[in-house]
């Protein structure tokens, strides 16, 4: 299939009403919802990521729709047929782990041929197959070495042209970067990227890694203790999330209690924050009766001459693109990230003014055990 032409033969993935219960140990008859009611669509051909917290229910998930575990209730439909109770080998789906389980004794090729030989296809066919995935791949060179003869990326790509050449209608990652360094797994999750779309089969990408998530999915899916907190484009996600909870977890952010909220309506709030009345966005859960934080993102402290805020430099860093100041403003310590380099004279101890792009501003839920 060449570049950017999409898989005719896509099908989506359908989940309703999903629970997963597991006994909850020291607690008589108590249980752990891994998923607490879950329903999400996956296109057909889309990459979509679940991101969430260690023990948020993503693998339970991902799992489920493998068919290595039997959800307690709800159901899971693959293009137009429900798979809920189906065995694994009869779903059609594909999956590539942490570890990438490559089989050590075997060569390239043979881990790649192992599942198309399961399914008791001919000798050449399966010759065939193999090396137009190698090929695709571009680990055609390494066909007849072993597993601990190339490279981590190289075997992350064989691990993929394993799970990717029996066809499957849907591939199910779990963290298949995390045991990479951080260059290389930025390298590999472009490269995964690139051949998801080239192959245009839809995925269901398990991380716990917002960048490997921001980075790689047509959409997001934040998951916080079996269930979907917020859905929908990395860049929806980092300008309106939900909840602190949500803002927190995806980039950077710092939080402060606004000095009065005077209105909420519309998606707008008017507040006063710092000593000043403004208007900022805000998220439709907020009402007067909760406890409500303004989001303000790094990159939207402006340090300027003009700036309507006192602040006073706590500490600087340098990190090539940006340089990040910590500020002490009206008494809350707020970080800011420069990327025009035209501060960089600036050090600890400065008195300066800042303001904020109040149009990125937002007034979030707060969460109670979350600091502030
Ligand atoms: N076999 C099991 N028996 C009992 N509890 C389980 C079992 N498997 C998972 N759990 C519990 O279900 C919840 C969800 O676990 P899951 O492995 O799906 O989390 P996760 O989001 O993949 O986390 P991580 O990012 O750490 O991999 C956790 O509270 C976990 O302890
Ligand atoms: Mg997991």
């Keep these: 299939m060449s570049e950017g032409k999409k898989n005719l033969g896509a099908v989506g993935v359908e989940i309703r009403d999903l629970v997963k219960t597991f006994p909850a140990y020291g607690q008589k008859n108590g249980e752990v919802f891994a998923a607490n009611h879950v329903s999400l669509s996956v296109e057909p051909g889309e990459m979509v990521t679940l991101l969430g917290p260690s023990g948020c229910g993503k693998t339970t998930l991902l799992r489920m729709v493998a068919g290595f575990l039997m959800p307690s209730s709800g159901e899971i439909r693959i293009g137009d047929r429900e798979v809920t109770r189906i065995p694994p080998n009869k779903r059609n789906v594909g999956m590539m782990f942490q570890s990438y389980a490559l089989f050590p004794h075997m060569t390239v090729y043979d881990n790649v041929a192992y599942g198309l030989k399961l399914k008791h296809m001919g000798k050449p066919e399966i010759r065939d197959r ?100 917020q859905t929908g484009t990395a860049m929806e996600i980092y300008a309106r999330p939900r909840n602190q909870f949500v803002a927190g977890f995806i980039g950077k952010a710092n939080f402060v209690r606004p000095d009065a909220v005077h209105s909420v309506s519309g998606g707008q709030a008017e507040i006063t924050l710092l000593g000043r009345r403004m208007t900022i966005g805000a998220s439709e859960e907020c009402g007067s009766e909760k406890s409500c934080v303004v989001m303000i993102r790094p990159e939207d402290v402006k340090i300027s001459a003009e700036g309507a805020f006192r602040a006073r430099i706590l500490s600087k860093a340098y990190f090539g693109q940006y340089i990040r100041h910590s500020l002490e403003i009206g008494g809350c310590e707020i970080e800011q990230m420069d990327f025009t380099q035209s501060n960089a004279a600036l050090q600890e101890g400065d008195e300066i003014t800042v303001s904020f792009v109040t149009d990125s501003l937002r007034l979030l839920p707060g969460e109670d055990k979350m600091e502030i």
């Design 130 to 229: 193999v090396r137009a995935i190698l090929q695709l791949m571009q680990i055609e060179e390494y066909a007849s070495r072993f597993p601990n003869e190339i490279s981590g990326g190289q075997q992350q790509r064989v691990a993929l042209a394993r799970a990717v050449v029996t066809e499957p209608s849907v591939l199910l990652f779990d963290e298949p970067l995390s045991n990479l360094d951080a260059k290389l797994r930025e390298y590999m999750r472009e490269e995964l990227r690139k051949i998801q779309k080239r192959v245009g089969i839809t995925s269901l990408y398990v991380t716990h890694d917002q960048s490997d998530a921001m980075a790689i999915s047509d959409k997001v899916i934040f998951m916080r203790s079996g269930t979907i907190e």
